[in-house]
């Protein structure tokens, strides 16, 4: 008697699930899951905020009446027409100034601590520790500084140098070098610590090679470290420039805008809360918005983002 084989019956698909369908299939919405928190806080926190804005820049509003009553374009007429709102954009030329002492200060340091110094680790810590500072403290420890014999007067009058005693915040011909002084002060950490670690990204064997054909510390800066921390020092231009235009707890804290110190982010902020001009400012801090966007993209066309080779 012959015995057949009967083919088992494949089983079934489960509830739910195509059959031959991969199971990954299932799961390729996950990575959507994982960016859903940062999704909905950036759009939140940023876009949401900066939609309302520049709603409000097109209505007259005193931020507590719910009625709003539209404007138009008056606000911006306003903020380029009106001296008081265009002539606050002057005082960042000094801390656009101060911006470049700072990036030259800080590469100064990167490459030397870069190479092996002796407590350079000590020095690292001295250079970064400012930045890690809160804002508001250093403008109030630079108030104590800079005040009517406070300790840079009484330290001039110890090295016999109290004549050059001058009123560092009260006189408008030198208040903003004082101000721009302790923002080069504070953060001349952050360029430094981003110089630092693009030259320690680059190989080793590069600086031994140099060193073997005979190149001396200039030309290692000048050929190997100055091309392959382009990118950075471009960072670094960016930032300089957003940060000379939207000045505000250093001067806020320390003169309050008084005295010839009063940037266009103050100027906004009084606007606003001071003398209840809700769309006025929205206007002001828009059009600082597309100015920092569109100096940047100049920024980028004159330095462009190139690919760094130095094999």
Not at 133 to 138: E, H, K, P, Y
Request: glycine residues 8%; without cysteine.
């Amino acid at each position: 008697m012959t015995s057949q084989v009967i083919p088992r019956a494949r089983s079934a698909a489960p509830a739910g699930r195509v059959a031959g369908t991969p199971r990954r299939r299932r799961f390729r919405h996950s990575p959507w899951l994982y960016l859903a928190p940062a999704l909905i806080l950036l759009i939140t926190f940023t876009y949401v905020p900066v939609g309302n804005m520049l709603f409000y820049s097109f209505h007259k509003w005193d931020g507590l009446n719910p009625a709003m009553d539209p404007v138009g374009l008056d606000n911006y007429v306003r903020v380029f027409t009106d001296e008081r709102y265009w002539r606050v954009f002057l005082i960042s030329l000094y801390y656009f100034a101060a911006s470049f002492v700072q990036i030259a200060i800080a590469l100064y340091f990167a490459v030397v601590l870069s190479f092996d110094v002796r407590f350079r680790n000590l020095f690292k810590g001295i250079l970064f520790f400012p930045y890690l500072l809160n804002g508001v403290a250093v403008g109030f420890v630079f108030l104590y500084l800079f005040q009517p014999d406070g300790t840079l007067d009484t330290v001039l009058r110890l090295i016999g140098l109290g004549e050059h005693t001058q009123l560092w915040l009260g006189d408008p011909d030198i208040a903003n070098f004082s101000l721009a002084g302790t923002s080069v002060w504070r953060f001349t950490g952050l360029n430094f610590v981003l110089f630092l670690g693009a030259i320690q990204s680059i190989p080793g064997e590069i600086y031994e090679a140099a060193e073997v054909d005979g190149a001396n510390r200039w030309h290692q800066f000048r050929h190997i470290i100055a091309p392959g921390i382009r990118r950075i020092i471009s960072l670094s231009f960016i930032l300089a420039i957003s940060g000379s235009l939207s000045v505000f707890e250093i001067p806020f804290i320390m003169t309050g805008g008084a005295n010839g110190t009063r940037t266009f982010v103050i100027q906004a902020y009084d606007t606003a809360f001071q003398f209840r001009q809700i769309g006025l400012a929205s206007a002001m801090a828009v059009v600082l918005l597309v100015i920092v966007l569109v100096l940047t993209w100049i920024q980028r066309r004159l330095l462009p983002d190139d690919e760094v080779t130095l094999s």
